[in-house]
């Protein structure tokens, strides 16, 4: 039962939730918003045909049921202890800790890599940008600003140290999504504005990833070494991973450049220390992966025919969006 | 038989001997009527600023440029026959027509701008032309002639930093004015290591023999008469400012010394060009010597008549390393003088000229020097080691002859020696007909009137004293055998000092970059791969390695433990809040 109206049907709501969770008065409408989106997430990402995704959509419902319980107990406390407001530290930290269960985030992320394994690219897609919002809006309504501090602390660090070791690409991509949640959680502390900013310009970077990924039907790090593909296939995706990882040309440095100067004008500056480090131990394991692939000349093997000759105008327009955005963006304010 | 056939030698050969004419002219009416022009040409001027290129034209640098447009003009011909079979004949001669360029430049230039671009492209160009052929030996012949020009050029452009204080780099003008001053002094040092880098006086003449390992025209045009009297030229020019200077003593002391040592070690050497090297070095001291006594028109007169029969003496030695089949060696040749006449004729009068013959051109100056210093009343050193040195000049040239043209010959059984190469040989009688006629001829033009002498009678013929000792010594020493050459082993610590030129060599190379060697060895070793290695380079990777394999044993778990750590975390977080 896997056809596309299905699929549409689901992404229809999986949208309406969203717009519901983060356009509503009250606390409960955020937590139906958010069932729903579980409720609808889950038919998309199983297959029945697929062993592997049935567990991967069975470990996603218990986490995710698990956090919106939480939530909805948390609101319930805060609305019978209304006036009581000793207790709203312990109950900001709850509710910030549930949403940032429901989004993958540092103490609470071990589900996020292995659920991440198991999808296919256009549902990772999914995943690692739509489902992020919702959560992102409510934790922007009431949060705890020492707690996540903390928080972010732990983000950025779990997902330099957890990519080092990986060879999946989409574990990878998963644990340098949790590290730019970091950047983002802290983004939401300074404006939602610059949020929205971080946000789009994540996504598209990561679109232009997966994409890529997706065309290939590239799993795994050693099937970018094996292939040896076009040379502007190639650039896309040195340039795209440079991009993600902050380097300065790119598209990818904006936000970044942005959050770090919020940063040291209000002298933070032990975070700051902790973001560029690990920012550099991401673009180390970034550097890794695409120096094999974009150095080296590998043998061409003929059974993998990897003609792109009607994407590559996608591909072309993703590198000059990656390339020029920033300069072109100054333009803007002119 | 010329297989290049290429034009380039010809019309360079002409234009520069047109040249040679030019000049010959103007120093003619320019030194008789006492005429000396300066041209000025202002290229920028802009409100304050202007660029101003400056020309100045008086005898001796007409003359001057006179003597080295014909060597070169000569130079140039003569290669063409003895470059014939090099495939890049062009660059060679594009490459010396630069260093004429440049050594014209340097010649003309009254400030101190244009001497540093004349002084600078001699520099690099000798650099080029020692490099010519590219084998290992040439590369570090190059290294150490580039560096120790370049030690040179340096002082140059302090000079000029300094010189900036009185507002123009025209240092002719401030002569006569700021002698006594504290910035001259200054000035004045470092004009006196600049000339002493380039005419290779001690403390750095061990580029002067190494710089041999460039074909024999550059020998013959650059090292023996323009390179290495572009520093003595300097200091003609400078001559005013320097005179009272204390430095002045101290470069007399240096190129007495020099002088010295290189006609001992002249006598210790076997390789040709070696020695004719040395015996330009030998020159060198003795015209920097009477320079730093005060007379620097004789400096000047011994600088022109030099270079006549120096240049003379590298071509005969490239005839003879040509029909030697490019050995250099001279226990190889002999009894050339029957084989090749004309040839030997040039070698012999170039050498005599070198031992200050009576009349030959050599003698004028070298005669005149070394009367001047009897004369006039100088220390016991001075005057002891100026008389040996001629001894040692005579003693070097009568072995060389000795070797090169009496004993017998000593290559192989079978041989071609012919003298039939016509373009050298016209080349070089040029050049011999300078080398008889110009001593006598600017002997005539520079000195208005002649310099009033009046010796003692044994006084007098010191100078052939000398001489005939040093021609009897040379002709002894070149018979000794091999048996009783090896006996100079026994005295090894000595022999090696005076042959080696006194270890200058090594210290300029080895000495003084062996500390830094060592010391960047022990560097590199103990921290590039040592502790900055730990500290950031493999020894952070394996950190973040091991924190990341630490922090996979958390990752792979089952879901249970990931459910159950979450509500951990919870019930952590509640008690720590709320108690």
Known sequence: MNNNSNKMFFLFILFFSTLISISSNSWFGCWIGLEINLLSFIPLISNSKNLLSVETSLKYFLTQSLASINFLFMILIKFSLLKNFNMNNIISIMMNSSLLMKMGSAPFHFWFPNIVEGLSWMNNFMLMTWQKISPMILLSYYFNKNFLIFMIITNLIIGSLGGLNQTSLRKLLAFSSINNLGWMIFSIMISENLWLFYFLIYSMMISMMISLFFLMNMYFMNQLFINNMNFFIKLNLLINFLSLGGLPPFMGFMPKWIIINFLLINKFYFLTFIFMMTSLIIIYYYIRIIYSSFMFNYFKMKWVNLLMKNNMSLINLSSFISISSMILSTFIFM | ?579
């Open chain 2, 1 to 579: 038989m010329l297989k290049n056939n290429n034009l380039i030698c010809f019309n360079s050969f002409f234009f520069l001997f047109f040249f040679m004419l030019i000049n010959f002219f103007f120093f003619v009416y320019f030194i008789m009527n006492g005429l000396s022009v300066f041209f000025e040409w202002e290229i920028i001027s802009f409100n304050s600023m202007s660029i101003v290129m400056s020309i100045l034209l008086d005898w001796m640098s007409l003359l001057f440029m006179m003597f080295v447009s014909l060597i070169s003009s000569v130079v140039i011909f003569y290669s063409k026959s003895y470059m014939n079979s090099e495939l890049n004949l062009n660059r060679f001669i594009i490459l010396v027509l630069m260093f004429v360029f440049s050594m014209v430049l340097l010649i003309i230039s009254p400030n101190l701008i244009s001497i540093l671009l004349g002084w600078d492209g001699l520099g690099l160009i000798s650099y080029c032309l020692v490099i010519y052929y590219q084998n290992l030996k040439s590369y570090n012949a190059g290294m150490l002639t580039a560096l120790s020009n370049r030690i040179g050029d340096v002082m140059i452009l302090m000079v000029i930093c300094w010189v900036m204080n009185y507002g123009s780099w025209n240092y002719i003008f401030y002569f006569d004015f700021m002698k006594n001053d504290y910035v001259m002094f200054i000035i004045s040092f470092m004009i006196i290591i600049a000339a002493m880098t380039k005419s290779a006086q001690i403390p750095f003449s061990s580029w002067l023999p190494a710089a041999m390992a460039a074909p024999t025209p550059v020998s013959a045009l650059v090292h023996s008469s323009t390179l290495v009297t572009a520093g003595v030229y300097l200091l003609i020019r400078f001559n005013y400012l320097l005179i009272d200077m204390f430095f002045f003593k101290v470069l007399l002391f240096l190129s007495i010394l020099t002088m010295f040592m290189s006609g001992i070690s002249a006598n210790y050497e076997f390789d040709l060009k070696k020695i004719i090297a040395l015996s330009t070095l030998s020159q060198l001291g003795l015209m920097m010597s009477i320079l730093s006594l005060g007379f620097p028109d004789i400096a000047f007169f011994h600088l022109l008549t030099h270079a006549m029969f120096k240049a003379l003496l590298f071509m005969c030695a490239g005839v003879i390393i040509h029909m030697m089949n490019d050995i250099q060696d001279v226990r190889y040749m002999g009894g050339l003088s029957l084989y090749i006449p004309l040839t030997s004729l040039c070698l012999n009068i170039s050498n005599l000229s070198l031992c200050g013959i009576p009349f030959l051109s050599g003698f004028y100056s070298k005669d005149l020097i070394l009367e001047m210093v009897s004369f006039n009343s100088f220390n016991l050193m001075v005057f002891i080691l100026f008389y040996l040195s001629t001894g040692l000049t005579v003693f070097y040239t009568f072995r060389l002859i000795m070797y090169v043209m009496i004993n017998d010959f000593n290559l192989m059984m079978i041989y071609n020696l012919y003298d039939e190469d016509y373009i050298m040989l016209n080349s070089m009688f040029v050049l011999l007909f300078m080398s008889l006629l110009s001593g006598s001829f600017l002997s005539w033009f520079i000195f208005s009137y002649p310099y009033m002498i009046y010796l003692p009678f044994n006084l007098k013929l010191m100078v052939i004293y000398v001489s005939i000792l040093g021609s009897i010594l040379g002709f002894m020493v070149s018979n000794m055998g091999i048996y009783s050459l090896n006996k100079l082993l026994l005295s090894y610590n000595l022999s090696s000092f005076l042959c080696l030129m006194w270890f200058m060599p090594n210290l300029s190379t080895y000495g003084l970059s062996y500390i830094y060697l060592n010391f960047s060895q022990i560097l590199f070793k103990n921290i590039d791969m040592g502790w900055s290695e730990i500290y950031s380079g493999k020894g952070i990777f394996n950190i973040l390695k091991n924190y990341s394999v630490f922090y996979n044993i958390y990752q792979m778990n089952n879901f249970k433990i990931y459910l159950f750590s979450f509500i951990l975390w919870f019930m952590i977080l509640f008690i720590f809040f709320f108690i």
